[in-house]
Structure formats: C-alpha cells, structure tokens
C-alpha cells in the first residue's frame, strides 16, 4: 500500500479494524456478510474508513438497505454475479 491509503482486502472484520486503526481508509470485507455483523461493519465505517463488503444474495442486499435505513448510514456493499 502507498501512502497508506489502501485499497486492503480482509477476510475478517478483526482485520478490518486493525487497518483502520492504522488509518488504512479503502478496505474490502471479501466475505458475504452475515446480518449479526452490520453493527460492527457501521461502527468500522464512522471511523472514516470507507469500508465495503460482499453481497451473495438477495436477501442479504434487503438486510442491508434496512439496516443503513435503521443506522441512517450509507453501507458500501459489492454485489457478487455468479
């Protein structure tokens, strides 16, 4: 990583809270995300780190957009095409 910017791909939201707290800002969660997980994803991401994550399925991609209505936050998601 140059300047230390990123972009970082993790495959845990441990890993992406240590790059955040190393000012990494562009990280991946290369993982389907699991609902149980959102709260930890919206706490990584007011820290200013732009934090995305996979989308796998439909349902999940509804649990997200209630879950950024809930937070009234934006959540950065990829949607996976298989």
């Known amino acids: 990583m140059t300047g230390g910017q990123g972009p ?4 845990t939201l441990l890993e ?4 955040a707290a190393a000012d990494i800002r562009d990280i ?3 993982v389907g995300i699991s609902p ?3 709260a ?8 200013g780190c732009d934090l995305s994550f996979i989308l796998d ?7 997200v957009a209630e879950a ?5 936050s934006a959540i950065s998601a990829l949607i996976k095409i298989d």
């Open 40 to 47: 930890r994803v919206a706490a990584i991401r007011q820290t």
């Open 57 to 63: 399925s439909v349902e999940q991609a509804v649990v």
């Open 68 to 72: 950024s209505q809930h937070l009234d």
């Open 16 to 19: 992406a809270e240590r790059f």
């Open 8 to 11: 970082a791909t993790v495959l």
């Open 36 to 38: 149980q997980k959102l």
């Open 28 to 30: 991946i969660y290369a």
